[in-house]
């Protein structure tokens, strides 16, 4: 095999290994299966989610898996879709890779006051690195696009963990 078709079937390999990592990102939240979740990201992960008022900030992996596990367990039910992924390797580096995806996360908390739905629609901004253990998120920026549904859902569904 030639070194430019290896180096494309790898290329094609690690396209599917960034996307499979992605999805199971979104998987992990909605099945709150914690250490799935956290095998996504790098030990210390960039977190911008300054759209839903979360600022910038370098995290260990823990406080992020923590934050989430926080914020999403209180919810009746929730679904997080990742669809349209669109990769880009660093020329540069070929251990470093960006995917580009929509998000369309919905949360329901059963007799809520005020409506039991809400839906947040924007993208990532996926930055992935390889490891030893596979391609792993090691910064994610939040786009939110718009917002539906019950915006005080996510402080109900936070209280309902904490107490």
């Known amino acids: 095999m030639s070194a430019d078709l290896e180096r494309r079937v790898r290329q094609i390999e690690d396209r599917q290994a960034i996307s499979d990592t992605v999805v ?3 998987v992990a939240i909605d099945r709150g299966d914690w250490e799935l979740f956290a095998g996504c990201l790098t030990e210390v992960v960039h977190i911008d989610f300054s759209d839903a008022g979360m600022p910038a900030a370098d995290l260990p992996r823990e406080a992020f898996v923590a934050f989430a596990r926080e914020a999403l367990s209180g919810f009746t039910a929730r679904q997080h879709l990742s ?10 580096d070929a251990d470093r890779a960006v995917c580009e995806s929509y998000m369309y996360a919905q949360h329901h908390l059963a007799g809520a006051e005020g409506g039991d739905f809400f839906l947040m629609r924007g993208s990532y901004t996926n930055h ?3 490891t030893a253990g596979g391609w792993r998120i090691e910064r994610l920026v939040q786009h939110v696009s718009w917002p ?9 569904a936070r ?3 904490a107490s």
């Open 159 to 161: 209280a309902r963990v």
């Open 83 to 92: 669809p349209n992924h669109l990769v880009t390797f660093d020329p540069e």
């Open 128 to 130: 992935l690195v390889r």
């Open 148 to 156: 539906e549904g019950n915006l005080d859902l996510p402080n109900m």
């Open 24 to 26: 199971r990102y979104a």
